[in-house]
């Protein structure tokens, strides 16, 4: 086994879709879909509909993602991260999105969103009930 990575790079597209996403859908929680090319670098972020329209818990519309799942395999691409925004509370999962998480080799990443403003984001693996923060590092097209 290789050793686990502790940080992830989050390109600035990609955290301007999920900002924009997260402020629109205020005060419901937003979620979507982040795809990459291989497990390494993030390429595209799809937007989906929270089927629960809660600002307390989400679920992506199953028929949003049949169609991101059927866009992400056509591009030859995989499932990188699910995205979630927290209205009004911390970017940490919780009890309820630690049972949600259902795969180990994706990661899990998280807005603290406000009326007008994305105060943090944060990113995990959840292995079980177990909670692993890493680091993100952004990056601009530019720099890679
Ligand atoms: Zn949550």
């Not at 497990?39 to 989400?58: D, G």
């Not at 395999?73 to 991260?81: C, D």
């Not at 009326?115 to 890679?144: C, H, M, Y």
């Amino acid at each position: 086994m290789g050793k686990e990575e502790d940080s992830l790079i989050l390109p600035s597209a990609i955290k301007d879709d999920i900002i924009q996403h997260s402020l629109q859908e205020w005060p419901l929680e937003a979620c979507g879909i982040i795809s990459s090319s291989e497990q390494v670098e993030p390429s595209e972020y799809y937007p989906a509909r929270n089927e629960k329209e809660s600002s307390q818990e989400y679920s992506v519309h199953p028929q949003d993602l049949f169609k991101i799942l059927t866009t992400i395999e056509k591009r030859g691409e995989k499932v990188w991260a699910v995205f979630h925004s927290h209205p009004g509370k911390t970017a940490y999962p919780s009890s309820f999105d630690i049972k949600k998480a259902l795969r180990d080799d994706i990661y899990y990443l998280i807005a603290w969103v406000e009326r007008s403003e994305v105060k943090e984001i944060r990113a995990f693996k959840i292995i079980g009930t177990r909670i692993e923060e890493k680091e993100i590092e952004e990056k601009n097209r530019d720099d890679l």
